[in-house]
């Protein structure tokens, strides 16, 4: 059974730094991109970053110059560097990834993990 575990949110106050991890588990053979999305309270789940296989990355335009996407492909995990950070940051941040495995292509979500920005 393959799935996404993250680690890493918490409460930290503004101008503060946090770094999200997401682990993919289980029999896989490769990943295609990688990303990381976020959804505040009353809002849609926006996309925030993506890293590609080869390691090409994208940001929403919020994020650009305070936050970092980066991946340890050896390790199948996904992090995401959050600096600078700002109350409206403030969201559950879900991790999602396209999977092979033996058998079959998957598209995983993880669990969430929230992320508080606040003095």
């Known amino acids: 059974q393959v799935h996404l575990v993250e680690s890493g949110g918490g409460l930290v106050k503004p101008g503060g730094s946090l770094r999200l991890s997401c682990a993919a588990s289980g029999t896989i053979l490769s990943i295609n991109a990688m990303d990381w999305y976020r959804q505040a309270p009353g809002k849609d789940r926006e996309l925030v970053a993506t890293?590609?296989?080869?390691?090409?990355?994208y940001y929403t335009n919020s994020v650009k110059g305070r936050f970092t996407i980066s991946r340890d492909n050896a390790k199948n995990t996904v992090y995401l560097q959050m600096n600078n950070l700002k109350p409206e940051d403030t969201a559950v941040y879900y991790c999602n990834a396209g999977v092979f495995t033996e058998y079959r292509y998957l598209e995983l979500w993880g669990q969430g993990t929230l992320v508080t920005v606040s003095s």
């Open positions: 890293i590609t296989d080869g390691g090409s990355t």
